[in-house]
């Protein structure tokens, strides 16, 4: 089981996000719930969903606490660890699902919209990863990448999402090679 497990999933205020957050509760886990609480594009920010779903948690009977950096900043991803540490003295498992959509064809596609996608979902992951990995490698831990058909197949008018998504693959590959041990 996951009694006492600790648990930081990122974009964990809405759809996927909060479904593992809970998930992972329901089975005993302690959740750092992060998300920036920005709109699906990526714009803006709110404490609101992050806190919304700890308070979820809480009425089943779970503990958690609300996060609300962004995974884009390397010092937002250590204060998510430091988070689990500061109130569990551990972390577990780190499941990296933040996520944003800038969908446009590709000749219509600007280099802004391409960089944020690619910055939150495999910069992201990249900060995430390598906040979290001392903490995980004390006792062992799993590291959970959520990654796309659009980035093994292709989606019109995602080639943004599609590459990012694809070099999370590749990045999670790579990771359970080197961590193996």
Not at 4 to 11: E, H, I, M
Not at 77 to 106: H, K, Q, T
Not at 110 to 132: I, M, R, S
């Amino acid at each position: 089981g996951l009694k006492g497990r600790v648990v930081l999933v990122t974009g964990a205020g809405n759809g996927i996000g909060r479904a593992h957050a809970l998930a992972f509760a329901r089975e005993g886990a302690y959740v750092v719930v992060n998300d920036l609480g920005g709109a699906r594009d990526g714009v803006g920010a709110n404490a609101g969903p992050a806190q919304s779903v700890v308070e979820e948690i809480v009425a089943l009977g779970g503990q958690a606490v609300a996060n609300t950096d962004s995974v884009t900043d390397a010092d937002g991803a250590e204060r998510m660890v430091a988070a689990a540490l500061d109130r569990w003295g551990r972390l577990d498992i780190v499941v990296n699902n933040a996520g944003i959509l800038r969908d446009r064809s590709f000749l219509k596609l600007t280099e802004p919209e391409w960089d944020l996608v690619v910055a939150v979902h495999l910069k992201g992951a990249y900060h995430v990863c390598k906040a979290a990995i001392p903490a995980l490698a004390r006792q062992g831990g799993s590291i959970i990448n959520t990654t796309s058909v659009s980035g093994l197949l292709g989606n019109f008018g995602q080639s943004n999402y599609a590459a990012a998504k694809a070099g999370l693959y590749g990045l999670t590959r790579v990771l359970a090679l080197e961590l193996k041990k």
